[in-house]
């Protein structure tokens, strides 16, 4: 919620200027890179590139290593991210590797959350939805036996169903926001001096966003719990197809049990701004830990060349997983009153979470977000409202496995490079 770089950041490093004159050059005294330099206050920050928030102002440079007193061979070990020049190959082939393992962490981190993660996040709506179920699938381990069960019975696209949809709901979403910002005064991201009206705004834009996507969001979730067995070979933009249609009244016929639109911005609403809301503290808070103890150790010279640059990256990527799982964990009895809502009345059949095969119709007649509730809990139980959560369990562990293996490799190709 808050811009990533301060006032006159400009990149690789922080060029003297005004700032030289208010104390820094006092508090930190420069440290000589060669006899022709004046780069008499140079940050150890990070290539420029998603995901890297790592900005320390004034910090010595760099925050570990011998400074190399003449020859140009030792320029990385004393500059490890060269502006450019007479360097050398060494340090440009670090810089270059930093950026792309940046890059690839970035990426891997992307690949985690939207596709590998993808079954989980099929296995989970689907208990979610399946009110009939006796079977709440609370633990892993019983995710993992169903997870194999629908796999042998339909194959591996049982699993990841409904994965186009979801990047389509994204997009809509993105774009939605992106529009309306344009066309209205309310903030896409809110300053660092911020005042209640601006948040007032900026989760106003938020709601808009989320009532733009709210018919799509309904057809991709329909896509996502569609059994296989019964389910038509549909197009990738079957779910945009369905979501207009969902808007005007048109396309597949539904039953009379089918909420509105209108009965659903609420709920949906309400969901989606907790979730934005939750993440965003989390992730505030959990990156200021963070930064703070990696600036503690730098202050100390006790970092690593290589732990320098693991915490130029990873520390963002952390707190995004841990704000998507506090949000996730914190709002899964309201995300199934949401999905159940949302699925009631579009004839829709899902797979039996109980058996691993056969399938089972959808008949809820639930009159609103309140009715809902009070049914869940006199007929399921305060557990119905966590059906499937095992799937969560696996979604983040998995999650959790690949940021360590990425962490050990990226470890691994920056100690062979510097």
């Not at 910090?59 to 060269?82: D, N």
């Not at 503690?296 to 990873?314: G, I, K, R, W």
């Not at 996730?328 to 797979?351: K, S």
């Amino acid at each position: 919620m808050h811009p990533r770089r301060p006032d006159g950041f400009d990149g690789l490093g922080y060029r003297s200027g005004a700032r030289d004159e208010q104390g820094f050059g006092g508090a930190f005294p420069a440290r000589s890179f060669s006899s022709a330099s004046d780069l008499s206050h140079w940050v150890t920050t990070p290539p420029d590139i998603p995901g890297s928030r790592n900005l320390h102002w004034g910090e010595k440079s760099p925050p570990y290593g011998v400074p190399a007193p003449s020859t140009p061979l030792e320029g990385p070990a004393e500059e490890p991210f060269p502006r450019g020049g007479g360097g050398g190959v060494p340090g440009q082939s670090s810089e270059q590797l930093n950026r792309f393992a940046g890059f690839g962490i970035g990426l891997a981190s992307l690949f985690t959350e939207n596709v590998l993660a993808h079954p989980c996040i099929v296995l989970r709506r689907q208990c979610q939805v399946n009110y009939h179920a006796r079977h709440y699938h609370l633990t892993p381990f019983t995710v993992i036996n169903i997870m194999y069960s629908f796999n042998k019975t339909q194959g591996p696209r049982a699993l990841w169903k409904g994965m186009g949809s979801t990047f389509i709901v994204q997009g809509v979403t993105l774009g939605a926001e992106g529009i309306i910002s344009e066309f209205t005064p309310l903030p896409r991201e809110i300053s660092h001096k911020w005042n209640p009206k601006q948040i007032g705004e900026h989760l106003l834009l938020k709601s808009l966003t989320y009532i733009v996507a709210m018919p799509f969001y309904s057809a991709s979730l329909i896509e996502t719990v569609q059994s296989e067995i019964i389910r038509d070979n549909t197009g990738i933009l079957e779910c945009i197809k369905e979501g207009i249609g969902r808007v005007i009244g048109l396309g597949v016929p539904h039953s009379k049990r089918l909420l509105p639109l209108l009965s659903l911005i609420f709920p949906t609403v309400l969901h989606g701004v907790l979730h934005y809301i939750i993440s965003s503290v989390i992730q505030k808070i959990v990156l200021l830990i963070l930064k703070r103890k990696t600036y503690n150790s730098h202050l100390a010279e006790s970092t690593s060349p290589v732990q320098s640059m693991l915490d130029a990256y990873f520390p963002e990527l952390i707190a995004n997983f841990a704000a998507s799982l506090c949000s996730d964990v914190i709002l899964y009895p309201l995300e199934t009153v949401l999905h159940r809502l949302h699925i009631q009345g579009t004839r829709t059949i899902i797979d039996n979470t109980d058996l691993g095969y056969e399938v089972l119709p959808i008949n809820t007649q639930y009159e609103g977000m309140r009715d809902c509730i009070n049914t869940i809990r006199q007929e399921e139980g305060m557990l119905g409202f966590y059906k499937g959560f095992g799937a969560v369990v696996i979604q983040y562990t998995l999650h959790a496995a690949v940021l360590q293996i990425t962490k050990i490799i990226y470890s691994t190709l920056l100690q062979n490079s510097v």
